[in-house]
């Protein structure tokens, strides 16, 4: 999997820019990045278990923490810190961002929720 070669915090656009070593660059709401958290809070401790988290459109994402050499710790405005972003979890994400949206929206729809 390809490593980062820059993790830039876009506060006022609320959303993290990534550039990997292959050239793919993604552009990753924090809104996004909060609800598809590798939190266990988010992805529970098992397969089927993941929380649908709603409310988030005005969510940014605070500090960036590096974790070793593989991930970052998003730190958030709400409050949650708990998950840690690999580089694989980050290409994935960014890489597979418009169907996860649209599943996502699919499922808050589903389930009477919104994004407010």
């Not at 958030?76 to 599943?103: C, M, P």
């Amino acid at each position: 999997m390809p490593t980062p070669t820059q993790i830039t915090l876009l506060r006022a656009s609320h959303a993290l820019e990534v550039r990997f070593e292959d050239g793919q660059s993604f552009r990753l709401p924090a809104e996004y990045l909060r609800v598809n958290s590798p939190s266990a809070e988010v992805q529970g401790h098992g397969p089927g278990q993941k929380v649908l988290v709603d409310g988030k459109a005005d969510v940014n994402i605070e500090e960036i923490v590096p974790v070793g050499n593989y991930a970052v710790l998003l730190k958030f405005s709400d409050g949650h810190q708990t998950g840690i972003f690999s580089w694989d979890v980050l290409y994935d994400l960014g890489r597979d961002q418009e169907q996860n949206w649209a599943t996502y929206l699919t499922a808050l729809d589903s389930a009477g929720k919104t994004r407010r």
